[in-house]
């Protein structure tokens, strides 16, 4: 069994007054720069103890394992990865301070004697070591816990005949690159230049209709792209990063959750920064008076995949509606629901399949990141999306709550 050694969780410092006239407060900046990174480190291992919580509990298995000087990588059979840092090193033990002299007049006091060095701070991370077997991976923390995940099978990868790509809307993982124009005169470089200063109109959402109309592309990795049809009030799906997690209390300044239309109450899947908001639906009513035209994901260089899955979760907006209720609905039963329903096409625009997914089912709203599963839609060249609720959500002029949903982690297949 393969074992690899990993740093020891630090200990918790307490910094003492200091008295006297004057003192050397290098050794205080020192400590002060080490528990800055402590900090970094464990914010890190929070994020990784997450990924392979959701790992563990989704049945994902190991794929393969890249290990470098600094860290150690998972890589799951759904494209999704875990990345254990090393801890540091403890800090070496401070000298003894040497003793002083006597004092003048009476016999002179002796000198005390130097104090002994400080033993070295423990290793900062919260791992403690990985082994490996032919079956397993054994992940142990440092206060003795253990996480067992399972290692794909040569039968398991062999029956794959495809890899997963992920678009994360995360500056520093996808490969987004923006065509030449600029929006609003902001220029695109990255996926966190999408995100509107504004929730709600804002300068990138609700330009006017043109060149400059809001779009992006994962090209060169999932190579799904989306482009709005009007701006954001006739439907969409904006890059975000706002979280408010009191999805019950609109904060000073704000009129009404409409203007919060970007927040969810737990940021990106995985603990990461950036997501999607999707905004848009078609009923009897609103088709007779604007463009309501279904939002869609597609494939912008043509080629038909099977998107795998993506994840979901409520937004801020939908969660203050159905949980509080509105100016338009009141708040949910026992007996309600709202769905999202992903429709796939080919390229010829016939309907491969449907299939649903619940964010409010009896009265019970999702409030963390579940997995969709995408994949019964079969190979497609884009998806579009719609929203169906309860009779106590719609009325006389059709859905009355909010059309919202965030998504994050959009996994698509390629054949290998």
């Known amino acids: 069994m393969k074992k690899y050694l990993l740093g020891v969780a630090g200990a918790m410092v307490a910094l003492a007054t200091l008295g006297g006239c004057s ?14 990174e402590q900090i970094e480190q464990n914010s890190s291992d929070i994020e990784t103890l997450t990924a392979l919580l959701d790992a563990l509990n989704n049945g994902k298995s190991i794929v393969a394992i890249e290990e470098d000087d600094d860290s ?33 007049g009476k016999d002179g006091a002796d000198g005390k004697d130097g104090k002994d060095g400080v033993n070295g701070a423990d290793g900062d991370s919260l791992f403690a070591s990985i ?16 996480i067992r995940l399972q290692k794909a099978t040569d039968s398991q990868e062999e029956e794959l005949d495809y890899t997963l790509r992920v678009l994360t809307f995360e500056d520093d993982t996808t490969c987004f690159t923006p065509y030449s124009l600029d929006y609003a005169g902001v220029e695109i470089t ?11 109109g804002g300068a990138l959402l609700y330009n006017n209709y043109g060149e400059d109309i809001y779009y992006w592309y994962d090209e060169g990795n999932t190579e799904l792209f989306h482009q709005f ?7 969409g799906h904006a890059i975000s990063n706002y979280v408010i997690e009191d999805y019950e209390t609109i904060p000073d300044g704000y009129n009404g959750w409409y203007e919060l239309q970007l927040a969810n109450p737990i ?39 099977v998107i795998d899955h993506m994840w979901v979760t409520n937004t801020c907006y939908l969660l203050n509606s159905l949980t509080y209720g509105d100016g338009f609905n009141a708040p949910a039963t026992a007996d309600t ?3 999202v329903i992903a429709y796939g096409y080919n390229s010829a625009e016939e309907e491969t399949g449907s299939v649903e ?60």
């Open 190 to 200: 990255t996926w966190s230049d999408l995100i509107d200063d504004m929730q709600y």
């Open 267 to 305: 940021g990106g899947h995985n603990l990461s920064s950036n997501f999607a908001i999707h905004n848009g639906y078609s009923d009897f009513f609103n088709s007779q008076i604007y463009d309501s035209s279904l939002q869609t994901l597609e494939f912008a260089d043509g080629v038909e995949r």
């Open 229 to 235: 049809t009007t701006p954001y009030w006739g439907g």
């Open 23 to 36: 003192y050397d407060d290098d050794p205080v900046w020192q400590r002060f720069d080490e528990l800055e």
């Open 337 to 339: 629901f709202v769905k």
């Open 131 to 146: 082994e490996e077997s032919d079956t397993e991976v054994i992940i142990t923390l440092t206060d003795g816990r253990t």
């Open 357 to 416: 997914f619940m964010l409010c089912e009896n009265g019970e709203c999702i409030t963390e990141w579940q997995k969709w599963d995408l994949s019964p839609l079969g190979k497609v060249a884009k998806v579009a999306f719609n929203f169906a609720a309860s009779e106590d959500q719609s009325g006389s002029y059709g859905l009355n709550c909010p059309a919202y949903f965030a998504y994050d982690d959009i996994a698509v297949r390629f054949e290998k």
């Open 72 to 104: 150690i990588t998972l890589i799951f059979d759904d494209g999704s990865t875990a990345t254990i840092n090393h801890g540091r090193d403890g800090a070496d033990g401070k000298d003894g301070a040497d003793g002083k002299d006597g004092a003048d």
